[in-house]
Each structure stands twice: as structure tokens, then as C-alpha cells.
């Protein structure tokens, strides 16, 4: 994939895109969706073609591309009726090694990253206690020795631990008593995924609703190098501040790709299907809610962009990254109702594809950030509310 970074050039990379995906047509996502198997060949697709590679700079062997270039290939991906929760991680979760890992760290992963030669695309975070609460994460990370850190606890909701060679891992360091602000404490590290064979890891996956190779973790004196922390212990939190910002914006972007598709499903439907002898689409019943559903779309998809735009340009992007995401969620939930109904019972047919995308694109009204804590965040830090419990 060759470097470009204005909007007008993002057409090579949609139209790159959709060639790519049109080799993965439906009945490629049907069969892996009733194994709950992982798109193995599609990710190679995609590695192969320098795209998960989009965000790595030139010098470590990625494009040097700017969020928004990433942003239009994942909503690609989406709007040709693929899934990019496969391996869209391995665009962001890199980031936390780039901004704050040592030289050492980057010239060992970032290469083999771009390359595909390494899979990093598991982000340890949440836990079965806290939720989205982070700060109260218990999983620990004691120092010992100069030579390690041992870790101990649970992570829950790891999609992708089973097919990625590296993770990142947030624990505590410190004990949250022991720290004089609720951020500090927490510490990032690589952990080497192989160690999975081991006693000391535990990958166990959870079966959810839709194919989306999650799992959840069980560390029991793991043995991670002391070399593994990145940046200093106990900054671990706003070390994944950003990447947390970059993650909302792209999987908006993913959700713009789901609407367009859902909108283009029910437009083309409306235009064929014939009732009483004319298309159902002549029928304002029919139109208006597809009109909607267009007018959600659109009005995410500029907010979308403002995100983007406002991120490569290097400022606070918080208060944009949420609304993209909650707008982005809610029209292309908005839009997964309007094509199932405009449907009507075709659309519970797995040939059509709709309800498979019906399941995938629900996720994102609840994660990687619910929209109610999107909201709550608003609330407090934009608006100046008091904070909520």
C-alpha cells in the first residue's frame, strides 16, 4: 500500500479495499460464523496488502498513513459486508509501543508487526469486577529481582488472545492504596502470548452472540521480563489514553461501513421487492425510515471526520472520539433495525446476510465504551455536570 495522507487520496485505499473484500464474499463470513471460527485467510489478505501495517511509520517498514486514511479502510472493510474486529486492534494497540516504548521495543516488534510476522492485536485491560471502571483493575504485577515481573489476576472480554503472538497488559503496580492520584499505579507490558502453553496462562474463549473470538485470561505467577514494561511503571493509564481515543474513532468508522451497508441492503431490497403490483419502496412507509436511517449516517460520518482530523492534528481528541463513536453506534444500530424491518422476515435469513451483520454491529453500543458511559463522560468533562454515580 503506497503512502498517502490527504482525503482525496483515501479513494485509492476505499477502492483497494473493496477489491480485497470482494474475494470474502457472504458465504465466506456464514461458514466461518456457524464454526465461530477466525477469518484466517482475510486477515492474511489484509496484512499482505500492507493494510493492518497502515499506522506504522515508514521507518519501521509500515505506510505512515494518519488516522483518517485508517479510518476509510476500515469503514470500507464494513461497508463491503466484512468484519474487521478480526484483527482491526493490530492498528491501534501498536500505538502505545510507538508513543512510549523504548527503541529498543520498537525496533524488535514495530517491523515484524508491519510485516505480519507478528500478530499484536490482544489488549488486557478489562476485568470481570471493574467493567470499564479501569482504575479499580486487580490484576497485579509485582516487581522481582531486576530481571522480571510476576503477574497475577484476570482479564475478561481479551478478544483475539488465541491468534495473537504479543499483548499488551495493563496492571496494577501499585497498590491503589499506596498511590495519591487514581491514575498512577497502573503499568503497560508486553506479554509474549506463547506463554499460553504454560501453566502460568490461561486462555479460555467465551461464546457470544456473534463470531468475535473473545476470551478471557487467568494469570498465575506469569513471568514477564522486566525489558516488557513500557515507559515508566506505574504511568501505564495515560499511556492507553490515546490509543483508547484512536480505537473509538475507528471502530465508529466501522459502524458508518455497517450503515452504508445496511442502507444500501434496504435501498437495493425496496427497489426490487414488488407487493400489490409496484416495488415496496414506493411506499413512503418504507422510504422514510431508509431516509433516516441515511440522515443518521451522514451526520456520524462528519463527526467521524472532525475525529480523525482533529487527532492527526495532535490535540485533545476525548470529547470528539466519544460522540463519534456513540453517533457512529447508534446509526448503524439505528440502520440494522430499519433494513430487518424493511425486509421483514428475509431479513432473519442467514442467505441475506442481515441478521449475521444484525449481531455484529449491536457490540458497539456497549463496547469497547458503553454509550451510556460515553454520555456520563460528556456530562462531566465537557458540560461541567457533577459527576454522576
Not at 41 to 51: N, P, Q
Not at 90 to 110: E, P, V, W
Not at 199 to 224: A, E, S, W, Y
Not at 326 to 331: E, F, I, K, T
Amino acid at each position: 500500500m503506497t503512502k498517502s495522507t490527504s482525503q482525496e487520496n483515501h479513494a485509492d485505499i476505499r477502492e483497494g479495499v473493496r477489491a480485497l473484500c470482494a474475494k470474502f464474499p457472504g458465504e465466506y463470513w456464514r461458514a466461518l460464523d456457524r464454526e465461530r471460527a477466525y477469518p484466517t485467510e482475510f486477515v492474511a489478505a489484509l496484512t499482505e496488502a500492507g493494510y493492518l501495517a497502515a499506522l506504522i511509520p515508514e521507518e519501521y517498514g509500515g505506510s505512515g498513513l494518519g488516522l483518517s486514511a485508517a479510518a476509510a479502510l476500515l469503514e470500507e472493510v464494513h461497508a463491503a459486508g466484512c468484519n474487521g474486529a478480526a484483527c482491526h486492534a493490530q492498528m491501534y494497540t501498536m500505538g502505545t509501543i510507538l508513543r512510549h516504548g523504548s527503541d529498543a521495543q520498537k525496533q524488535r516488534y514495530l517491523p515484524k508487526i508491519a510485516s505480519g510476522e507478528l500478530r499484536l492485536q490482544a489488549f488486557g485491560v478489562t476485568e470481570p469486577t471493574s467493567g470499564t471502571d479501569t482504575l479499580s483493575l486487580r490484576t497485579t504485577a509485582r516487581r522481582e529481582g531486576n530481571d522480571h515481573y510476576v503477574i497475577n489476576g484476570q482479564k475478561i472480554w481479551t478478544s483475539r488472545a488465541e491468534h495473537s503472538d504479543l499483548m499488551l497488559l495493563l496492571a496494577r503496580t501499585t497498590p491503589r492504596e499506596q498511590v495519591k492520584k487514581r491514575t498512577d499505579g497502573l503499568s503497560v507490558f508486553i506479554v509474549d502470548m506463547h506463554l499460553a502453553a504454560s501453566k502460568n496462562m490461561t486462555i479460555t474463549p467465551i461464546r457470544t452472540m456473534m463470531n468475535h473470538g473473545t476470551t478471557q485470561i487467568f494469570f498465575d505467577d506469569l513471568r514477564v521480563p522486566a525489558e516488557n514494561l513500557i515507559g515508566e511503571e506505574g504511568h501505564g493509564f495515560r499511556y492507553i489514553l490515546s490509543g483508547m481515543n484512536a480505537e473509538r474513532i475507528l471502530i465508529a468508522a466501522e459502524c458508518i461501513g455497517d450503515a452504508k451497508w445496511f442502507i444500501n441492503k434496504a435501498t437495493t431490497y425496496a427497489k426490487e421487492r414488488v407487493l400489490f403490483g409496484r416495488p415496496i419502496g414506493q411506499n413512503q412507509g418504507v422510504q422514510f425510515p431508509i431516509a433516516r436511517a441515511y440522515v443518521q449516517m451522514r451526520g456520524a460520518e462528519l463527526m467521524v471526520h472532525e475525529a480523525a482530523r482533529k487527532y492527526e492534528g495532535g490535540g485533545e481528541v476525548g470529547p470528539e472520539a466519544n460522540m463519534a463513536k456513540l453517533l457512529a453506534a447508534d446509526a448503524s444500530w439505528a440502520a440494522a433495525d430499519m433494513c430487518v424491518q424493511t425486509h421483514g422476515g428475509f431479513g432473519f435469513a442467514e442467505e441475506y446476510d442481515i441478521e449475521r451483520k444484525f449481531r455484529e454491529t449491536r457490540l458497539y453500543q456497549v463496547a469497547p465504551i458503553s454509550t451510556n458511559m460515553i454520555l456520563s463522560y460528556l456530562a462531566e468533562h465537557v458540560l461541567g455536570l457533577p459527576r454522576s454515580y
